[in-house]
């Protein structure tokens, strides 16, 4: 058992773990840490929009049409002049956030299961 405890099935299905799309990224100068400002197209959750430090591993051109996976169902967290609208996922690593991979298209909205 980890640190954290085990969950039951019923904590994780709390959790909307969604694929979307990569529609726009913007430069966050505001940000405290180097960042980018992604919107996300979840299929018929919306386009949502959030602010990632992914900048050390990624350009804006390498995020553009790329699936990403996403926490949709936290609050809205402002973040300085910018609200983000969900958790874009990752792997930390002394190199940078490694952004959570889909290896084969899916339907935008579709929960991970």
Not at 24 to 38: C, D, H, N, S, Y
Not at 63 to 79: M, S, Y
């Amino acid at each position: 058992m980890s640190e954290q405890g085990t969950i039951t099935w019923g904590d994780f299905e709390k959790v909307m773990l969604c694929a979307g799309t990569v529609q726009r990224v913007e430069p966050f100068p505001e940000a405290r840490k180097p960042a980018w400002k992604l919107w996300v197209d979840f299929g018929p959750h919306g386009v949502r929009k959030t602010s990632a430090q992914i900048k050390d591993l990624y350009a804006a051109e390498d995020l553009v049409g790329r699936q990403i996976v996403g926490v949709i169902n936290f609050p809205p967290k402002q973040v300085g002049p910018f609200v983000s609208e969900f958790l874009l996922t990752g792997f930390p690593t002394e190199q940078g956030v490694v952004v959570t991979a889909i290896e084969r298209p899916v339907p935008d909205g579709t929960r991970l299961a």
